[in-house]
């Protein structure tokens, strides 16, 4: 299999600005069935992202984006492999991946477009290796 991560990811992304407040980016969360927002600047340049998991701790709806925001993203470019991108997520423990293109955001992966690899039978599994058939020599 040789899909890429262009092949995978959503292109139509969501964004949001970090001056935004916490409330605007809990509606755009709640309108859109999402569980990510990239935040980016007015060139469109990424700056940091919000996740589901920023909301554990109770924040005001008036709170910036900006003080809840993970500054570091982990990107990932679109003509890598999957299989890259779904070593960056269990590795780092993470569920989205922004995906770029010429350091500009292009779209985002998360972990539910992976299963969906699974679940289409995109992803064939390798049978293990059988045992030789061959017998040792004893001396």
């Not at 910036?64 to 299989?83: E, Q, W």
């Amino acid at each position: 299999m040789n899909a890429k991560v262009e092949d995978l990811m959503v292109a139509s992304v969501v964004t949001s600005m970090k001056h935004k407040t916490v409330g605007h980016i809990k509606s755009i969360m709640t309108k859109n069935g999402i569980h990510s927002v990239p935040i980016v600047n007015s060139e469109n340049e990424l700056e940091g992202i919000v996740t589901a998991n920023d909301f554990v701790e109770d924040q005001s709806d008036e709170t910036p984006v900006s003080h809840i925001m993970s500054k570091k993203v982990l990107t990932i470019p679109k003509y890598n492999g999957i299989h890259i991108a779904a070593r960056i997520m269990r590795n780092h423990k993470i569920h989205h991946l922004v995906v770029t293109h010429e350091k500009k955001l292009v779209g985002v992966l998360s972990a539910w477009d992976l299963l969906a690899l699974v679940e289409d039978h995109r992803f064939v599994s390798k049978n293990a290796p059988t045992a030789s058939k061959k017998k040792s020599k004893r001396s």
